[in-house]
Nanobody
Framework: VQLQAYGGGLVQAGGSLRLSCAAS????????MGWYRQAPGKERELVAR???????DYSDSVKGRFTISRDNIKNTVYLQMNSLQPEDTAVYYC???????????????WGQGTLVTVSS
Protein backbone atom coordinates (compact mmCIF):
# COMPACT_ATOMS: atom_id res chain seq x y z
CA VAL A 1 0.00 0.00 0.00
CA GLN A 2 1.31 3.40 -0.96
CA LEU A 3 0.01 6.49 0.76
CA GLN A 4 0.38 10.11 -0.23
CA ALA A 5 -0.93 12.98 1.82
CA TYR A 6 -1.45 16.45 0.42
CA GLY A 7 -3.29 19.69 1.07
CA GLY A 8 -1.06 21.23 3.72
CA GLY A 9 0.10 24.80 3.75
CA LEU A 10 0.45 27.96 5.77
CA VAL A 11 -2.63 29.25 7.55
CA GLN A 12 -3.32 31.80 10.25
CA ALA A 13 -4.59 30.78 13.65
CA GLY A 14 -8.33 30.19 13.54
CA GLY A 15 -8.21 29.15 9.90
CA SER A 16 -9.05 25.86 8.20
CA LEU A 17 -7.40 23.34 5.93
CA ARG A 18 -8.54 20.11 4.35
CA LEU A 19 -6.01 17.33 3.95
CA SER A 20 -6.40 14.41 1.57
CA CYS A 21 -4.62 11.09 1.41
CA ALA A 22 -4.77 8.80 -1.58
CA ALA A 23 -4.11 5.11 -1.02
CA SER A 24 -3.05 2.71 -3.73
CA UNK A 25 -3.59 -1.03 -3.65
CA UNK A 26 -6.61 -3.13 -2.85
CA UNK A 27 -8.63 -3.52 0.29
CA UNK A 28 -8.92 0.15 1.23
CA UNK A 29 -12.58 -0.11 2.14
CA UNK A 30 -11.80 -2.88 4.63
CA UNK A 31 -9.07 -0.98 6.43
CA UNK A 32 -9.16 1.23 9.47
CA MET A 33 -7.43 4.46 8.44
CA GLY A 34 -5.87 7.20 10.48
CA TRP A 35 -4.20 10.59 10.39
CA TYR A 36 -0.99 11.05 12.31
CA ARG A 37 1.11 14.12 12.88
CA GLN A 38 4.65 14.83 13.96
CA ALA A 39 5.57 18.21 15.33
CA PRO A 40 9.20 19.36 15.49
CA GLY A 41 11.00 17.59 18.29
CA LYS A 42 8.03 15.42 19.17
CA GLU A 43 6.96 11.85 18.53
CA ARG A 44 4.44 11.04 15.87
CA GLU A 45 0.93 10.79 17.27
CA LEU A 46 -2.37 9.41 16.02
CA VAL A 47 -4.90 12.25 15.99
CA ALA A 48 -7.88 10.73 14.16
CA ARG A 49 -9.00 7.33 12.95
CA UNK A 50 -11.97 5.98 11.06
CA UNK A 51 -13.18 2.40 10.88
CA UNK A 52 -14.31 0.66 7.68
CA UNK A 53 -17.91 1.35 8.72
CA UNK A 54 -17.20 5.04 9.37
CA UNK A 55 -16.87 5.10 13.16
CA UNK A 56 -14.58 7.99 14.10
CA ASP A 57 -12.36 8.68 17.05
CA TYR A 58 -10.06 11.59 17.87
CA SER A 59 -7.31 12.52 20.23
CA ASP A 60 -8.27 15.04 22.89
CA SER A 61 -6.03 17.63 21.29
CA VAL A 62 -8.14 17.82 18.11
CA LYS A 63 -11.58 16.66 19.22
CA GLY A 64 -14.27 19.11 18.20
CA ARG A 65 -12.02 20.83 15.65
CA PHE A 66 -10.94 18.09 13.22
CA THR A 67 -13.15 15.73 11.23
CA ILE A 68 -11.93 12.58 9.51
CA SER A 69 -13.87 11.08 6.61
CA ARG A 70 -13.32 8.59 3.82
CA ASP A 71 -14.37 7.90 0.27
CA ASN A 72 -14.08 4.20 -0.45
CA ILE A 73 -14.70 4.73 -4.16
CA LYS A 74 -11.76 7.08 -4.49
CA ASN A 75 -9.59 5.21 -1.95
CA THR A 76 -9.09 8.49 -0.16
CA VAL A 77 -9.24 9.62 3.44
CA TYR A 78 -9.70 13.26 4.43
CA LEU A 79 -9.01 15.42 7.44
CA GLN A 80 -10.96 18.64 7.76
CA MET A 81 -9.15 20.88 10.23
CA ASN A 82 -10.94 23.90 11.68
CA SER A 83 -9.96 26.43 14.33
CA LEU A 84 -6.31 25.69 13.72
CA GLN A 85 -3.83 26.73 16.36
CA PRO A 86 -0.03 27.15 16.28
CA GLU A 87 0.30 23.90 18.24
CA ASP A 88 -1.25 22.08 15.29
CA THR A 89 1.88 22.85 13.27
CA ALA A 90 3.30 19.50 12.15
CA VAL A 91 3.85 17.17 9.25
CA TYR A 92 0.65 15.18 8.76
CA TYR A 93 0.61 11.60 7.51
CA CYS A 94 -2.05 9.04 6.86
CA UNK A 95 -1.73 5.32 7.35
CA UNK A 96 -3.72 2.19 7.79
CA UNK A 97 -4.26 1.57 11.48
CA UNK A 98 -4.19 -1.85 13.08
CA UNK A 99 -5.42 -2.74 16.53
CA UNK A 100 -3.40 -5.09 18.69
CA UNK A 101 -3.32 -5.79 22.41
CA UNK A 102 -5.38 -2.75 23.26
CA UNK A 103 -3.40 -0.27 21.21
CA UNK A 104 -3.42 1.18 17.71
CA UNK A 105 -0.38 0.95 15.45
CA UNK A 106 0.47 2.12 11.96
CA UNK A 107 0.16 -0.83 9.63
CA UNK A 108 2.36 0.26 6.74
CA UNK A 109 5.57 2.11 6.11
CA TRP A 110 5.17 5.86 6.00
CA GLY A 111 4.37 7.64 2.80
CA GLN A 112 4.79 11.26 1.96
CA GLY A 113 3.41 13.61 4.56
CA THR A 114 2.18 17.15 4.15
CA LEU A 115 3.34 20.11 6.20
CA VAL A 116 0.81 22.25 8.04
CA THR A 117 2.08 25.50 9.48
CA VAL A 118 -0.20 27.64 11.64
CA SER A 119 0.95 31.17 12.33
CA SER A 120 -0.16 33.13 15.36
Amino acid sequence: VQLQAYGGGLVQAGGSLRLSCAASGSGFSSNRMGWYRQAPGKERELVARISPSGIRDYSDSVKGRFTISRDNIKNTVYLQMNSLQPEDTAVYYCNQVRYESGRYYPANSWGQGTLVTVSS
